[in-house]
């Protein structure tokens, strides 16, 4: 991940500060944050809002996150939705309700490409369609946010990196777990020492519900006149129309990425942000199809292990990442850092550091407890009790988080708006994009390793530097 250089960003800060002016227009948004950098950022921004000043934005795919993107981005100062596109009918109209008659409103993405008014695009549609259209956008000349996975299959990553690369595009990819202060924390805590060396991380995110398990509803009035099929299908296998499949589609292999594409990389990306990790070098999975037969061909169950290497910004560590759509005791979303001297567990909501270390014996415990220094000859014992005294273990070196300790957002706190001030910062200010392509790739790939290692019932290696597959 690309990070802003302290020199600029000093002279960033600096910048807002100075925009005391707009100090008021901001307060009513960075209420949204307390993020004391994005807060900074949404003043620089506020600042800027001119009515010649605005970035103008279009959605592309207006299902449920695609809603929830729009409504997010336009709480930052100085974004504007000028149109929308999708291919359901019904949709459509929902965009005019919800943002107002003057949004302009297509089933094909290509009206919105060819708009000179678009600044920049949201890319919220199924993930068949995410490297085509990212790099169609970035060689319009749009910047893009495009919805994770960045990619629905491996091969399409290097493209999509090339593209971004070539056209120098502000392109971000939208797995918001990457801006999250309370990923900054920890990322802050673990190098610090707080838990010493980290050597396992779990992370699981369950759901129990049919809604969560993708069951949505169908409208009733989908149909061939209503829903641009053809459209959807793209470069996915022929079909003839299905309302099920359009609505539902996260449930099929064809334009989906199955539970790992999509909730996985959510955990990667927030594993990779507070480790400075940048891949695994094995993966293998294993999971199945146990309770939502509803004619999905991916599975509800998965459980994952991948092995990461050292490297300069860590130790060697292994991770463990489920999700269970099916879970009778409620859906929950958990990370665990454990390392020598301690464990930090988030679910984002709040963070909780707890700090037991290794248990090393005392001399009488080495000596008389339960240890096989009793079993030895007297001599032995004796031999053994003088190098005690003259050799006593050395404790861990002191951190700033010798103790316990806990961590939380302000009520409120929406990292989906900080990752959008950053987006939106990256093209009027220049910033280097926060979480880009590379970083995007690094995270997605794993994802979809765990489900060639499902399907396939096999361990896989992945050279994480390359970005390749090795075995």
């Known amino acids: 991940m690309q990070r802003r250089e302290t020199s600029s960003r000093r002279g960033f800060l600096k910048s807002a500060a100075a925009a005391s002016a707009a100090a008021s227009a901001a ?20 600042a800027a809002d001119g009515a010649n000043d605005k970035v103008r934005i279009a959605t592309i795919g207006m299902g449920i996150i695609g809603f929830e993107d729009t409504t997010c981005a336009l709480k930052v100062p100085g974004v504007e939705l000028v149109a929308a596109a999708d291919l359901y009918a019904g949709r459509r109209e929902r965009v005019k309700e ?58 399409e990553g290097p493209a999509v990196i090339a593209a971004q690369k070539e056209t120098k595009s502000v392109f971000q990819v939208g797995s918001q777990f990457a801006s999250s202060i309370v990923m900054d924390k920890l990322r802050d805590m673990i190098a610090a020492g707080a838990i010493g060396k980290v050597n396992v991380v779990e992370a699981r995110y369950n759901r129990n519900s049919s809604l969560g398990a993708w069951q949505y509803t169908l409208p009733l009035d989908a149909s061939p006149e209503t829903v641009d099929w053809d459209r959807f299908l793209g470069h996915a296998p022929k079909r003839p129309f299905d309302a099920t499949r359009f609505f539902r589609w996260r449930n099929y292999q064809d334009y989906g990425t199955a539970v790992a594409g999509d909730l996985f ?23 199945g199809l146990r309770y939502w037969d509803d004619g999905r061909d991916v599975y509800d169950v998965i459980l994952s292990l991948l092995d990461y290497p050292k490297t300069e910004a860590h130790p060697e560590f292994t991770v463990s990442l489920q999700c269970d759509f099916e879970d009778g005791g409620g859906d929950a979303t958990l990370f665990r850092f454990v390392g020598d001297e301690g464990v930090i567990s988030t679910d984002l909501a709040s963070l909780k550091l707890e700090r037991v270390g290794i248990s090393w014996p005392t001399p009488e415990q080495e000596l008389k407890g339960y240890n096989s220094v009793k079993t030895f000859s007297q001599a032995q014992q004796d031999a053994i009790a003088e ?36 987006f939106f910062t990256s093209i009027r200010k220049g910033d280097p994009v926060y979480e880009d392509a590379v970083f995007g790739f690094r995270a997605a790939a794993p994802a979809l390793l765990c489900n060639t290692s499902l399907y396939e019932s096999k361990l896989i290696g992945w050279d994480p530097e390359a970005m390749k597959v090795t075995s």
């Open 387 to 422: 190098k005690l005294a003259r050799e006593p273990r050395q404790a861990p070196p002191k951190t700033p988080y010798d103790g316990p300790m806990t961590f939380a957002p302000p009520p409120g706190y929406d990292p989906r708006f900080d990752h959008f001030v950053r």
């Open 98 to 155: 919800v943002y107002g008659d003057h949004v302009d409103v297509c089933a094909d993405y290509r009206e919105i490409l060819a708009r000179k008014d678009v600044d920049a695009v949201l890319l919220c549609v199924p993930d068949h369609w995410h490297a085509a259209m990212s790099i169609e956008a970035m060689k319009a000349g749009k910047p893009v946010y495009c919805e994770k996975p960045m990619v629905q299959t491996l091969d």
């Open 265 to 287: 990389v959510h955990l990667l990306t927030g594993i990779h942000h507070a480790t400075g990790a940048i891949g695994p070098n094995k993966v293998a999975a294993m999971g």
């Open 27 to 46: 307060a009513a948004v960075t209420v949204l944050s307390r993020n004391p950098e994005t807060e900074a950022a949404v003043e620089a921004l506020a």
